[in-house]
């Protein structure tokens, strides 16, 4: 049963654009989200991070959206660049629960065509 | 700083054999965090350490898997005997608070 789900396992977007990535979750515990980006070979790297209780976070070109009466969330690039392009990981944190375990989304692959 | 270093970056070994990942975390980070990524089941924590001890485990699938971490500097995780089902990408990350936020390159573990 997956508790974070990403899914859209593909995403393509022209240079310039904004890139969505969604990320749905079913655990109304979750208080901590994060997002990563990961090339091949290469070991996933953290981009961005929402609390519970923000909607909103920003940090350069990347914006995180959290809605929790939808329990979705969501990852905008702007603008979209070629290097943006590799696979972005959701993950979510249970309040309460370990803090070090991080529940990851399977990843959506997105291709930035220049 | 050199970031998470992990090594091999590749193993291939015969099912039975015993295998030993190692992580070298980036210096100063408090916590330590050993990942497994596979098809079927995307990343899945093992097992992390704070201030070098164990403190979730339950991620670890049974016996024949264990984590160490003697010091602030090292950790190893020890598969043995190895079996093809724990072919993955096994990832070492670090962090100085309790979010995972620097990971190492992998080990690409190959049972035959």
């Known amino acids: 049963d997956q508790q974070v789900k990403q899914n859209s396992p593909s995403l393509s977007v022209q240079e310039g654009r904004i890139s969505i990535l969604n990320c749905d979750y079913t655990n109304s515990m979750f208080d901590y989200f994060l997002w990563y980006k990961k090339y091949p070979a290469e070991g996933p790297t953290f981009l961005i991070s929402?609390?519970?209780?923000?909607d909103k976070n920003e940090d350069g070109r990347f914006t995180v959206f959290l809605n929790k009466s939808a329990k979705h969330l969501s990852l905008h690039i702007v603008p979209s660049q070629p290097g943006d392009s590799a696979v972005y990981f959701c993950?979510?944190?249970?309040?309460?629960?370990?803090?070090?375990?991080?529940?990851f989304g399977k990843g959506t692959k997105l291709s930035v065509k220049p | 700083d050199a970031g998470v270093i992990q090594s091999p970056r590749h193993e291939v070994t015969e099912m039975g054999q015993e295998v030993t990942l190692r992580c070298k975390p980036i210096s100063g980070h408090d916590y330590l965090f050993w990942y497994r990524q596979t098809m079927m089941r995307g990343l899945e924590l093992l097992i992390y350490f704070n201030n070098n001890v164990p403190i979730d485990d339950s991620g670890m699938p049974e016996d024949r898997f264990s984590a160490k971490m003697p010091n602030a500097s090292f950790s190893t995780l020890k598969i043995q005997p190895s079996e093809p089902r724990d072919s993955a990408v096994y990832f070492c990350?670090?962090?100085?608070?309790?979010?995972?936020?620097?990971f190492g390159p992998g080990t690409r573990l190959t049972v035959l």
């Open positions: 993950a979510a944190r249970s309040y309460g629960g370990s803090q070090g375990n991080l529940i």
């Open positions: 929402i609390s519970s209780i923000k």
């Open positions: 990350a670090s962090s100085p608070g309790p979010a995972v936020r620097f």
